[in-house]
């Protein structure tokens, strides 16, 4: 888990950054300098179950991944929640009104909104496949970047990729637990409507898993991110952040 305490925690809210699926909270270490000057207050950026450092669930399901983060949190702390993707969904479980949870707001970057029966197939086919091993670091983390999305947007050397990969007795494998692809499809519906906090669901202009149309059916508001993809948060931290400004 990446955690900066800052120095005004008492006066602001947390920021809570969940990552995407496949992905560790390591994606948002290069947030750290623009979160100093931009975000007054903590940040923490944690593994969700099954990921890098955090350990699996038996079994994966929205509420599951919000409990394991709601467990680390400290008592009082004032949430804004940005997610990515999974994140953002877990987010959204997070403030539901029935948690308790002192969540100021959510948005959700990049949340995939309409599932089609063979992509759901294919996410638990994909669950109940055994770790593959790799024989080398770069073999492992050229899937890694594929599994988490983030393939030519960061190379196989960087730090963020390291937090994905583990290496046990000469060999490599994802740090990601295959059995969180089951957690299954989101009802964002059921999801909106379970929570009084602010809603801002956001989107890269050329993200091809959801599209403007998918996230107004929602009744939300809806931010479209000019030339950005699925991974606006790697691609441009600063337009990402700029999201959370009403909510500093």
Do not use: C
């Not at 519906?189 to 599209?211: F, I, Y």
């Amino acid at each position: 888990m990446v955690d900066d305490t800052g120095t005004r925690a008492d006066r602001q809210p947390v920021l809570l950054l969940l990552h995407g699926l496949g992905a560790t909270g390591e994606v948002w270490l290069p947030w750290a300098p623009l979160l100093e000057s931009r975000w007054a207050g903590r940040w923490l950026a944690p593994d969700l179950a099954g990921h890098g450092w955090s350990p699996p669930l038996p079994a994966y399901s929205f509420g599951a991944l919000a409990e394991r983060v709601a467990a680390a949190l400290a008592p009082g702390d004032r949430l804004v929640v940005l997610g990515h993707s999974l994140g953002g969904v877990v987010g959204l479980a997070l403030a539901a009104r029935a948690t308790g949870l002192p969540v100021d707001a959510v948005i959700g970057l990049g949340i995939k909104a309409v599932w089609s029966e063979a992509e759901l197939d294919k996410a638990g086919e994909l669950a109940t496949r055994p770790v593959t091993w790799f024989a080398s670091r770069d073999e492992a983390a050229r899937r890694y970047l594929r599994v988490s999305g983030l393939a030519g947007l960061l190379p196989p050397d960087h730090p963020v990729t390291e937090a994905g990969l583990r290496q046990v007795d000469g060999r490599w494998r994802l740090a990601m637990d295959p059995g969180a692809f089951a957690v299954g499809r989101p009802d964002l519906p059921a999801l909106l409507a379970g929570t009084d906090v602010p809603v801002l669901l956001a989107r890269g202009e050329n993200d091809p898993m959801v599209t403007d149309a998918q996230l107004k059916e929602l009744g939300v508001p809806v931010a479209t991110l000019p030339g950005l993809g699925h991974n606006a948060h790697v691609e441009d931290p600063a337009a990402v952040l700029a999201l959370a400004d009403p909510y500093r």
